[in-house]
């Protein structure tokens, strides 16, 4: 990560009021869980600037520790971590019930680390090197949807169809059913929004996070794919079933 050109500079106006936080009552907490010095001082700086609060942990270990005892509104999480990898902490908080919005940092060409992350219950992941500001929209994105998530239980059935969002896993009369990260975070946000009618436009913004994909055909494509995967009849649907010129409403 360039920190020379991406990162903010220290804030030159004092009197400049801090953002609040997306509840509008005290400001959002990040713990940072990096290693290296130079990338955690650059991001704690760049959090801080846009009005954040910071925790910073240096190993997988300690970011286990200040993820549950801190309670954090959501955790940066690099991949490569002394004591314990990110993919174990993100393994052991899902593992134990912590629902923490969690984005991870992954190396360029880790793609088995992307998908393993999405996997194991990571909301979002950026690869590096990457831009202050490409981060922050991401961050910006995952709390604007853990912030409109409605509670779901870890594992709920519709018909033959079970869905264990703890383990992110889907069964089709007791069958496996292989769904892409995507797909899965598509269709539990379809599930915490069971009854409601959902603009394509909504989709995007709320599961591929900020507006980096402007087409709508993106939605219906997933969808379709999605629909495939879980409905007896796909050409019929009666989970998923379009709402004409609005969108989609999930019925289960």
């Given amino acids: 990560m360039d920190t020379a050109t991406e990162m903010p500079r220290p804030n030159p106006a004092p009197t400049a009021m801090p953002k609040t936080s997306f509840g509008g009552e005290s400001a959002p907490r990040v713990l940072v869980v990096e290693d290296d010095d130079a990338m955690s001082v650059a991001l704690v700086d760049g959090f801080r600037y ?4 910071v925790a910073v942990a240096r190993d997988g270990a300690e970011g286990l520790d200040k993820a549950h005892d801190e309670e954090p509104d959501l ?3 690099d991949v490569m971590l002394p004591k314990m990898t990110g993919l174990d ?3 052991k908080l899902r593992g134990a ?5 969690i984005i991870m940092l992954t190396a360029r060409g880790q793609e088995i680390d992307k998908v393993l992350g999405l996997k ?3 909301d979002d992941y950026v690869t590096k090197p990457f831009g202050f500001m490409e981060l922050l929209a991401r961050v910006e994105a995952v709390l604007r949807r853990a912030n409109g998530r409605t509670p779901v ?15 992110r896993e889907v069964t089709k009369a007791g069958a496996p059913v292989e769904l892409t990260p995507r797909e899965l975070e598509l269709l539990e946000y379809f599930v915490q929004h069971r009854g409601e009618v959902l603009t394509r436009e909504r989709l ?3 599961v591929w996070g900020y507006n980096a994909i402007p087409f709508t055909r993106t939605v219906d494509m997933h969808i379709a794919k999605l629909r495939k995967k879980i409905e007896a009849d796909p050409s ?3 989970l998923i079933v379009t709402v004409h010129r609005l969108g989609y409403k999930f019925t289960g």
């Avoid at 846009?50 to 609060?53: A, H, N, Q």
């Avoid at 019930?97 to 919005?101: A, E, F, Q």
């Avoid at 239980?153 to 383990?167: A, C, Q, S, W, Y």
């Fill in 153 to 167: 239980p870890e594992t709920v059935r519709f018909g033959d169809l079970e869905l264990d969002f703890r383990r």
């Fill in 120 to 122: 194991l219950g990571a």
């Fill in 236 to 238: 019929n649907p009666r």
């Fill in 75 to 77: 955790v940066i999480l």
């Fill in 50 to 53: 846009e009005g954040y609060e």
């Fill in 89 to 91: 902490v993100c393994r």
């Fill in 204 to 206: 995007l913004d709320s």
């Fill in 97 to 101: 019930g912590n629902s923490v919005p």
